[in-house]
């Protein structure tokens, strides 16, 4: 069977490395049953002879108006899919989209009539802010780390960078590849438009990784790879606390003046 990978090698890449990264959510046990999203701007890989392509299914609402992801492509998990299917066949797992004249409706594409993750309204949201933000990112990835899905269990996680403040002082690396640190959204409605609208907001405010309190993680990034890295550090750390924990003390964790130290030294945010 012919596919649209088939001859492009950048677009075959991504499509790999977004597999690649499913594998590990698999195996990580962060994505039980059709546990999961990824969707990914893939609008830079595609040629003149994809846009003449015919769509394999009818033109299908999006739900909302999406004015910034005009004529962009997009690969979404298809909706009820595994991960751990997808990363072996991520065509029979999920599709390519394009984004139709209007903004407010989209057609499948290629290879098969997947039809996108019932989420794909919030993940084309947060696309959609990315773009009008300027952002080079084009990932989003959500996925249910254990570990910190277990934190957002006590209220005492869920202020805002009390997690973020423990979780950096575990292990010098996590600040350095998660410096923007772990955003809270308090529990809403799975697939929910105030959970949609909540996401974004903390992106806004500066977060590339929000928890959803008692869910999951919603990570973007430049690539899935990246955004799979910064959840993947954050999650090392809350297993290191909780190993400490079980060894049956509190971690002193690094100090102040050690984190201070880290910061200056890899010029990370303040
Ligand atoms: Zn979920």
């Not at 084309?124 to 959500?142: C, F, W």
């Not at 249910?144 to 002082?169: G, N, Q, Y």
Request: hydrophobic share 40%; net charge negative.
């Amino acid at each position: 069977m012919s596919s649209i990978l088939d001859n492009r090698p950048a677009l075959k890449a991504q499509i790999d490395q977004i597999a690649e990264v499913a594998g590990y959510l698999w195996q990580k046990g962060w994505a039980e049953r059709n546990g999961g999203n990824i969707t990914v701007n893939i609008t830079e890989f595609v040629d003149e002879q994809m846009k003449s392509m015919p769509a394999i299914c009818e033109p299908r609402s999006i739900g909302k108006v999406l004015p910034n992801i005009d004529g962009c492509w997009f690969y979404c998990k298809g909706t009820g899919k595994r991960m751990r299917d997808l990363a072996r066949w991520p065509m029979a797992n999920g599709s390519v989209i394009r984004i139709l004249p209007g903004c407010s409706t989209y057609e499948i594409v290629a290879d098969m009539p997947v039809a996108p993750t019932s989420e794909l309204p919030s993940h084309l949201a947060v696309h959609d802010y990315l773009l009008a933000k300027g952002s080079p990112y084009r990932a989003s990835v959500h996925t249910h780390p254990i570990e910190l899905v277990a934190l957002t269990h006590s209220k005492k996680w869920l202020k805002k960078d009390v997690a973020t403040k423990m979780l950096w002082s575990m292990i010098p690396e996590t600040k350095a590849f998660c410096p923007r640190g772990l955003g809270m959204v308090p529990y809403m409605m799975a697939s929910s438009t105030e959970l949609a609208d909540a996401t974004i907001k903390a992106i806004d405010e500066d977060y590339d990784v929000v928890m959803w309190e008692k869910h999951g993680v919603f990570a973007v990034d430049t690539d899935v790879m990246s955004a799979f890295d910064q959840i993947d550090v954050l999650n090392k750390s809350a297993q290191i606390y909780i190993a400490a924990k079980n060894m049956g003390f509190e971690p002193e964790g690094m100090t102040e003046a050690q984190m201070k130290e880290m910061t200056v030294a890899f010029g990370l945010p303040k």
